[in-house]
């Protein structure tokens, strides 16, 4: 079986385009969507993914300004500025970027963002609405996901959804999203590190996610032929002397198995940024309404 990629920025390219219009839109009511986006410290792969998102908003002409503190600022500082940033009427979105440095409180800081604010889908008002199936803000990447998989016509209506992986970023609502009866209608299983015989529970899978933050851990033994492979995982490894980027899947031993796979990177990457564009802009509409 020839495995298709499901490119992320494929799929980015036409949710960018599909936001054109409503930007202009806002832009007419003299509203440019604006993100603050804040970065506690220097963790090097956080510095790459914040510079990534401000760097989308800035070409697609949206406002972005990026809080840099250091990694000792107190958690009161930090509490202070999103208290400031809340009652800014230029920003529409707040993200603060995890891991946040260990003394401080990161529920304490998500819970403190506006959740009319709270383009990542973290508050709990936002996770509450969420499995209630009334989404205000879902978060990006399994909104992203959700997206990839419309766009390459692949319907979730009476599959088996399998999820490895229980995070409140990916897991947990990603498996809430493929349920829910509107959006995606699927039987889903949620297996994590506590799950017996996993296995067992991945060969099941007629779209199997793994989101579990470890790299190359599902190959080719973990899937059943013709899965649609979702991979969310970001891992910087050593190979061969080189150090690499790779998923939490195996890619070269599930190629010829399953009938398609999201790649690593390019694949539900792109998808994350760009649906943080869309909460950011879906933000500033809800002023319009
Ligand atoms: N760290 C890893 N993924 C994310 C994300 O989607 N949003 C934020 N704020 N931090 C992250």
């Not at 202009?24 to 440019?32: E, W």
């Not at 080719?220 to 970001?234: F, M, N, Q, R, T």
């Amino acid at each position: 079986m020839e495995t298709s990629i499901l490119s992320g920025i494929e799929a980015s390219k036409a949710l960018y385009s599909s936001l054109e219009g409503r930007i202009t839109h806002l832009k007419n009511h003299g509203i440019t969507p604006g993100l603050a986006a804040v970065l506690v410290g220097n963790n090097p792969a956080s510095e790459i993914y914040v510079k990534n998102k401000t760097k989308k908003f800035e070409a697609l002409g949206l406002k972005t300004d990026l809080f840099r503190l250091n990694e000792d600022i107190s958690e009161k500082e930090l509490l202070s500025l999103i208290e400031k940033l809340n009652s800014n009427v230029k920003f529409h979105g707040i993200l603060v970027q995890l891991p946040l440095p260990k003394h401080i409180d990161s529920e304490k800081v998500l819970n403190a963002i506006l959740p009319t604010k709270d383009v990542d889908g973290f508050h709990p008002e936002n996770a509450g609405l969420l499995s209630i199936g009334k989404p205000r803000f879902i978060p990006c990447t399994p909104k992203g996901m959700m997206f990839i998989l419309k766009h390459f016509n692949i319907h979730l209506n009476g599959k088996h959804v399998v999820v490895i992986g229980r995070s409140n970023i990916v897991g947990r609502p990603i498996s809430i999203l493929a349920s829910l009866k509107e959006l995606g209608n699927a039987t889903v299983t949620l297996c994590h590190s506590g799950t017996k015989d996993l296995k067992y529970f991945s060969k099941q899978a007629d779209v199997l996610v793994a989101a579990l933050g470890s790299p190359e851990f599902v190959d080719a033994s973990y899937i059943k032929e013709g899965v649609c492979i979702l991979d969310v995982g970001i891992n910087r490894i050593e190979k061969d002397g080189m150090s690499k980027i790779v998923g939490d899947v195996n890619q070269e031993s599930v190629l010829g198995i399953a009938s398609s796979l999201t790649p690593v990177p390019k694949g539900v990457g792109p998808m994350t940024i760009a649906m943080l564009v869309e909460n950011t802009v879906l933000s500033a509409e809800l002023l319009l309404n």
